[in-house]
């Protein structure tokens, strides 16, 4: 259990600095992060302690929780730069959107008039 808790950890360290390589706009930091979340997790896969039959311990859990929800606020945070992109794209060219996200609050957030 204390390689998954180690690789937990590491991909905490990554989901934080992927939130801040997006608060820069750092597009080499950003898609490093990616990387670094890709091998992760198959690291993780391997090491196969989420199969079904296997248990975790609670600090492996609430790594899991922690790491989840920064993925999330991460997630939301790209959402809302792409919607903002989409927005001032559509201002310069005066065209409308071809395509909507449909109801998610999240497009109308990142909206500036």
């Known amino acids: 259990m204390s390689l998954v808790r180690e690789n937990l ?3 905490i360290a990554v989901l934080q600095a992927e939130r801040q390589a997006l608060a ?13 979340k890709v091998a992760l997790c198959g690291t993780l896969d391997a090491a196969g302690p989420f199969a079904e039959g296997h248990s975790i311990d609670e600090e492996c859990r609430g ?30 060219t005066g ?14 957030i990142g909206v500036r008039a």
């Open 9 to 11: 950890r590491q991909m």
């Open 24 to 36: 820069g706009l750092d597009l080499d930091a950003i898609i490093g992060c990616a990387n670094d």
């Open 95 to 108: 065209s409308p959107t071809l395509y909507r996200a449909g109801g998610s609050p999240y497009t109308q």
């Open 63 to 92: 790594l899991l929780d922690a790491a989840r929800r920064m993925n999330e606020v991460n997630r939301q945070v790209r959402n809302l730069i792409a919607a903002n992109v989409s927005a001032r794209l559509d201002a310069l």
